[in-house]
């Protein structure tokens, strides 16, 4: 049985993302709206089950508009009024592929993917004969490239001049965020920019480890002479750009080839959006385990943040927008690499983000003075072991138990334990929805002291539930 993760379903295209189930996963969407976009990455498995989802939408009644290889960003964008598939593993292995799905620009929730975990159940047949759908091929990537061009102009400065390196992870930003940097004025030079879906020059995650050729090669003095990678007449970039297998995730790479923290570059892009709003009461809707930093911005920008479970950025949105009136917008979300820009629309787009930083940089005339403002304490993250069977039992512990240690914090289970002082610094405790650890994320002057205290409390609340 398919079942929807944080991001869609995911898994081995012989196992879990098989043909069969493409097919039966299309006949279920279809009965949710009478026009889809389909597009797919570039993993070898994508044209097979591409065409087993066509035919599952087409024999429910759906029209089909196949937009080919592109990035996932592009498929959300291409939903909008009407429904959309996505065919990507994201930065999975090159074996699995995996499913995604949108309506009017937003990924599904989880009420929706029930009802189409509900509706594999029941095994459908197609429609009756003379209602069966059509297909019809339609190239909409010059248009959405079109589209981040327009939304990044009205952000900072030109980018013309600027010196961008870009490891596009033979994936999907390959056929976007060198095209639109460049299109921006930024001169631009790309890595690893064919689309393979072996993935041959790096794995597909954006992590530092995998980015090393492209932090070595913006930490280098020199090239070779009549290298293809030959640096500017300076020897320098202004940063890099690391992207995943769909390019919905972003990693910035300064000029030295330090990866910037994820909660860094999330807390100057909300900052900016709060600052460029014309609403009384904008927000910034990010997770659980997103810095202090980030509040500490919006606020100064006169703005506020709410907070949303791990993968749920849309359904965050969507609480704000409920809740609030005419003087209340979101106007950013993120979680860590993955952000959303509600003026733009309702996906996870990490080529627009390209765009805008470039813009950003080029105003403030570097990625330091963008950095300066930013408070960076040590962040650290821990997994700690836990039997998925002793989970529960362990959070419900916690609530208690990490509290009774550190009471001078204030304290919040919304979203497993997380635990606030006054100087920034926090912890939070959440178990994994994937592997058998209970994960500790702390940020503090104080890191050590604090990951110490709190993992003994964690551990004893494991041992405590046997």
């Known amino acids: 049985m398919l079942r929807f993760g944080t991001a869609g379903i995911r898994g081995s295209a012989r196992e879990t993302v098989t043909p069969a189930r493409c097919l039966a996963v299309g006949q279920a969407a279809a009965q949710e709206g009478a026009e889809f976009v389909l597009g797919r990455d570039g993993r070898e498995t994508g044209p097979a089950l591409e065409d087993a989802v ?94 981040v061009r327009e939304y990044a102009a009205t952000f900072g400065d030109s980018a013309e001049g600027l010196r961008i390196a870009i490891d596009c992870g033979n994936g999907m930003a390959s056929l976007a965020t060198p095209q639109v940097l460049s299109d921006l004025g930024a001169s631009v030079t790309a890595l690893n920019a064919n689309v393979d879906g072996h993935f041959p020059g790096r794995g597909s995650k954006p992590t530092p480890e995998t980015l090393s050729d492209l932090r070595t090669f913006l930490a280098a003095e020199d090239s070779e002479p009549g290298s293809e990678t030959r640096r500017t007449d300076s020897g320098e970039f202004d940063f890099g750009i690391g992207h995943d297998g769909d390019a919905d995730r972003i990693v910035i790479v300064d000029g030295t080839g330090e990866v910037i923290h994820e909660d860094t570059i999330l807390a100057i892009l909300a900052e900016r959006c709060v600052a460029e709003s014309s609403v009384a009461d904008p927000v910034v809707v990010t997770t659980p385990n997103a810095s202090a930093r980030i509040d500490e911005r919006v606020e100064a920008a006169g703005g506020r943040t709410e ?96 509290p009774e240690r550190f009471p001078e914090a204030a304290v919040d289970t919304s979203y497993g334990v997380r635990l606030e002082w006054p100087d920034g610094s926090w912890i939070l405790v959440r178990p994994s929805g994937t592997e058998p650890y209970v994960r500790l994320y702390a940020e503090s002057e104080e890191i050590d002291r604090l990951i110490d205290e709190a993992s003994e409390v964690v551990r004893g609340a494991v041992v405590g539930v046997e």
């Open 54 to 147: 066509a035919a599952g939408l087409e024999s429910a009644g759906a029209r089909v508009i196949r937009i080919g290889v592109v990035p996932t960003p592009a498929v959300a964008f291409a939903s909008r009024g009407r429904r959309g598939v996505m065919l990507t593993a994201s930065h999975n292995p090159p074996a699995d592929n995996g499913i995604k799905l949108f309506e009017d620009g937003v990924e599904y929730d989880r009420e929706a993917e029930r009802r189409i975990e509900r509706r594999l159940e029941d095994d459908a047949e197609p429609v009756e004969w003379d209602r069966w759908g059509s297909s019809i091929e339609r190239d909409l990537l010059g248009e959405y490239r079109r589209s």
């Open 307 to 402: 907070r949303v479970r791990l993968g749920a950025l849309h359904e965050g949105i969507a609480r704000v927008r409920r809740a609030g009136d005419g003087e209340t917008a979101v106007v950013f979300a993120a979680e860590p690499w993955k952000h959303v820009h509600p003026a733009f629309g309702g996906w996870i787009d990490g080529v627009a983000s390209a765009a805008v930083l470039a813009r950003l940089i080029a105003e403030a005339g570097g990625v330091d003075p963008l950095r300066e403002p930013v408070t960076e304490r040590p962040y650290r993250k821990v997994a700690i072991d836990c039997p998925d069977k002793r989970k529960e039992a362990t959070m419900d512990r916690l609530e208690t138990a990490l």
